[in-house]
C-alpha cells in the first residue's frame, strides 16, 4: 500500500480522536456527578428541624407538638417574693400556678383554683387555693384625665384579688394538721406576648396553725397569664 501525504494526514487525525475520546467522556461523568452532589444538598438542606435532634428530644417535641398544651389557655404563674414580719424567718420566697375555670368567668369576674409553693428560711409549704377576681379598668372612669393620656394608659387592667387556701407544712414546722392561708391583693397588667400578657402586684395576707411562721405577710410578685 503506499502512503501518500493525505493519508498520514487521516491516520495522525484519528488516533488524536482517540486520545481525546476517554478525557472527553472523563468530563462528562465528572459534571454528572457533579449535578447529582448538588441536587443531593439542596435536598438535605430542606429537612425538617426536628430531623437533626436526638431520637428522645424528637420523640419529645413530636408529643408537645401534637397536644393542645401550646394553645392551653385559662392559666397564670405568679412567682413572688415574701416578707413576714412577725414570722420566725422574715424571708422567703414562693410561686403560684393559678387555673381560671371557664365555666365560673363572666364580664363580672373569674373564679380559679391554684396550686401554691411557699419557702421561707427551713419551711416550706404547699398549698391548694382558690382564687377570685374582678378586672377593672379605673383610668377610664376618670372623665377630665382620659382626654389628656394615651388609651394604651386609660385601657390598663387593674384586678383586685383574693385567695384562700389549706396547706401542708413539708419541712420545719412541727405543727400538726393542716395551715390554712388567705391573701387579698391588686394586680396590674401590661404589655402582650405569645397571646398572653404580664402584670404586677402586691398581696397582704396571713398564715394560721403554721408554727413559728403563723402571722400576716407580704407578696409582691410578677405575672404571666394567658386566656384570662
Same mark, same amino acid.
Not at 30 to 39: A, D, E, G, L, M
Not at 99 to 127: F, K, M
Not at 196 to 201: C, E, L, P, R, S
Given at each position: ?7 498520514? =494526514?487521516? =491516520?495522525?487525525?484519528? =488516533?488524536?480522536? +482517540?486520545?481525546?475520546?476517554? *478525557? ?21 438542606? *430542606? ?14 417535641? !413530636? ?8 394553645? !392551653? ?10 416578707? !413576714?414580719?412577725?414570722?420566725a424567718d422574715k424571708v422567703g420566697a414562693g410561686a403560684l400556678a393559678i387555673y381560671n ?6 364580664? +363580672?369576674?373569674?373564679? /380559679? ?23 377593672? $379598668?379605673?383610668?377610664? $372612669? ?8 394615651? *388609651? ?9 384579688? #383574693?385567695? #384562700? /387556701? ?5 419541712? /420545719?414546722?412541727?405543727? =400538726?394538721?393542716? #395551715?390554712?392561708?388567705?391573701?387579698? /391583693? ?6 402582650h406576648w405569645a397571646g398572653g400578657n404580664f402584670g404586677v402586684g402586691i398581696t397582704w ?7 413559728p411562721e403563723s402571722g400576716h405577710r407580704y407578696h409582691i410578685f410578677v405575672s404571666y397569664?394567658?386566656?384570662?
Amino acid at each position: 500500500m503506499k502512503f501518500n501525504k493525505w493519508t498520514f =494526514a487521516l =491516520a495522525a487525525l484519528a =488516533a488524536v480522536s +482517540l486520545c481525546l475520546a476517554p *478525557a472527553v467522556r472523563a468530563q462528562g461523568t465528572t459534571s454528572t456527578n457533579s449535578i447529582t452532589t448538588i441536587t443531593g444538598t439542596t435536598t438535605n438542606s *430542606a429537612a425538617a428541624p426536628a430531623e437533626f435532634l436526638p431520637a428522645s428530644l424528637e420523640q419529645l417535641w !413530636a408529643a408537645i407538638d401534637n397536644s393542645d398544651v401550646l394553645q !392551653a389557655t385559662n392559666w397564670a404563674l405568679a412567682p413572688y417574693v415574701t416578707y !413576714a414580719p412577725s414570722a420566725a424567718d422574715k424571708v422567703g420566697a414562693g410561686a403560684l400556678a393559678i387555673y381560671n375555670v371557664p365555666q365560673l368567668t363572666s364580664s +363580672l369576674g373569674s373564679v /380559679g383554683t391554684a396550686l401554691g409553693v411557699d419557702w421561707l428560711g427551713s419551711w416550706s409549704l404547699i398549698s391548694a387555693n382558690a382564687t377570685i377576681q374582678v378586672p377593672t $379598668h379605673p383610668l377610664a $372612669h376618670i372623665t377630665w384625665l382620659t382626654p389628656m393620656l394615651p *388609651a394604651s394608659v386609660t385601657n390598663i387592667t387593674c384586678v383586685p384579688f #383574693a385567695i #384562700a /387556701g389549706i396547706g401542708t407544712p413539708m419541712s /420545719g414546722s412541727s405543727t =400538726a394538721g393542716a #395551715a390554712t392561708l388567705w391573701d387579698v /391583693g391588686y394586680q396590674v397588667k401590661f404589655g402582650h406576648w405569645a397571646g398572653g400578657n404580664f402584670g404586677v402586684g402586691i398581696t397582704w395576707g396571713e398564715w394560721m396553725n403554721a408554727g413559728p411562721e403563723s402571722g400576716h405577710r407580704y407578696h409582691i410578685f410578677v405575672s404571666y397569664q394567658k386566656g384570662f
